[in-house]
């Protein structure tokens, strides 16, 4: 009775009109935004191709400060810059309308004006004394900025241009700029596509490195494009991305090629760096778009020693972000009654860190895509999330608390759902806290468990519009629970 007083007393939402013009939006300031260089394989496979379609739909979120085209276990002679400078033609023709939509989206001319190459040969076999690529200098150049914030390094192929900077900065820089630099730098390769990898995690023990090493089989980032039975797989299916993305979507989606391999197999290295209210980059660990990982040093046996990927797999000499298994239940709308509760399969997977958002940040790159052809008030934008308490708290061992995102809002005036849970995986506390009343209204109760040390706990709210596609941000309360 006291939480349904509580709720009935809150305000409700206030509905907003259509605009006309670039909605508001909670964009991160510039400073708040992720440095990121791409290192890609490009035509090794149409799905390096796919991810750039979708990068560039992000270009306003994330600060691209290099477009590198490389060589991989699978393209070991040749490099495609040309390639990135073809899907940048095409954002060129879309990118007016792009800013209709929101502020910030760099013209053609930036963009194309941070292609450069790597070495046109395999591996570590190009790294060393004069031995310096374009895109190997834009990283060092890069990591002199005068620039505080990280810099992360997307390796969607091999990794050689990587390491060239790292051999580079080791010969040419004091131990103590050596330290400063590398401890700017962080890395997320999509498994390890050429020898390079592994010599970075053995000769930079210190670098901050997101990866699942071995064959492709134990790679986190196959959960954009593997299905379960648990899951509704239709966003990945060829028939949704003929829709949504490659047909009538304008001269950008029709760049989009047909699935070879598997769809999209690079776009985890830089999902979790779109700000969404869910993902903390220098935290892996808390889970985002792009999965979840935890630092230990991984067995050969995790590692998927007999599966594909043509690389030798070596022996982890260092703790590394590497596959973190997660457990959810997914939901499934009701016609009657609660609108959404649990379905009756739960999944556990070290992939179900990026499954359990997968349809979100699919019809997040439909949206997107619609902003290049439509005008404002014909496409759907994402929610504001506004919590209602700090999102650091700290309650007493079996007290009541609760969370409210009452006042979050959404910019096209749309009807907004709620689902709020307990992320069992992170924290201190592994086992559920469940909340007292129903999970999807905006205000919810939880009961701190009974502790005798501190301990903390994640509670995540997933915001929804009610708009076509449906859009989806987050807001993260973290709670410490004392004795």
Do not use: C
Request: no cysteine; net charge negative.
């Amino acid at each position: 009775m006291f939480a349904m007083a509580f709720l009935l007393g809150v305000a409700g939402l206030a509905a907003t009109p259509s605009p006309t013009s670039a909605p508001a939006s909670a964009r991160p300031a510039i400073s708040e935004r992720q440095r990121m260089i791409v290192l890609s394989d490009i035509e090794a496979d149409p799905d390096d191709t796919q991810s750039f379609v979708r990068l560039f739909l992000y270009a306003n979120e994330i600060d691209l400060e290099g477009l590198v085209a490389t060589t991989s276990i699978h393209m070991k002679t040749a490099i495609h810059p040309a390639s990135i400078r073809r899907i940048i033609d095409g954002y060129a023709k879309v990118q007016p309308n792009l800013l209709k939509h929101e502020p910030g989206y760099p013209t053609a001319g930036q963009l194309g004006a941070l292609v450069r190459e790597g070495q046109p040969g395999y591996g570590m076999a190009l790294v060393g004394a004069g031995k310096d690529s374009a895109g190997s200098r834009r990283i060092v150049e890069m990591l002199d900025r005068d620039d505080p914030r990280p810099l992360w390094i997307s390796v969607w192929g091999g990794a050689n241009t990587l390491a060239q900077a790292l051999y580079t900065i080791r010969e040419t820089r004091s131990p103590e700029e050596q330290r400063r630099l590398i401890a700017k730098l962080r890395v997320y390769t999509i498994s390890d596509q050429d020898d390079a990898g592994p010599w970075i995690r053995r000769n930079f023990p210190e670098l901050f490195f997101v990866v699942s090493p071995g064959g492709y089989g134990a790679g986190t980032w196959t959960g954009i494009h593997t299905t379960h039975e648990a899951l509704d797989n239709r966003t990945i299916s060829n028939g949704w991305l003929r829709e949504h993305i490659q047909q009538g979507h304008g001269p950008l989606g029709s760049l989009y090629p047909d699935v070879a391999y598997g769809m999209e197999g690079d776009t985890p290295a830089f999902l979790s760096l779109i700000p969404n209210g869910l993902s903390s980059p220098d935290h892996p660990d808390w889970g985002g778009w792009g999965g979840r990982y935890e630092l230990y040093t991984p067995s050969i046996a995790t590692m998927d020693p007999s599966g594909f990927s043509g690389v030798q797999i070596e022996p982890e000499t260092r703790p590394i972000w590497t596959n973190a298994i997660d457990s959810f239940t997914p939901l499934v709308a009701r016609d009657y009654g609660r609108a959404m509760v649990p379905g009756d399969r739960s999944v556990k997977d070290f992939r179900a860190g990026l499954w359990r958002w997968r349809e979100d940040f699919q019809n997040d790159f439909a949206a997107r895509m619609a902003w290049t052809t439509e005008p404002v008030a014909a496409a759907n934008h994402p929610p504001v999330v506004r919590l209602s308490q700090p999102d650091r708290i700290t309650v007493k061992s079996g007290e009541r608390f609760v969370l409210s995102a009452v006042d979050s809002s959404d910019p096209d005036g749309d009807s907004l759902s709620f689902q709020w849970f307990h992320y069992q995986e992170i924290g201190h506390w592994q086992t559920p806290i469940g909340n007292g009343i129903s999970a999807n209204i905006h205000t919810v109760d939880f009961t701190a468990p009974v502790v005798t040390t501190p301990r903390e706990a994640h509670f995540i709210v997933r915001v929804t519009d009610k708009g076509s596609p449906p859009l989806s941000r987050y807001g993260r309360v973290i709670v410490t629970i004392t004795p």
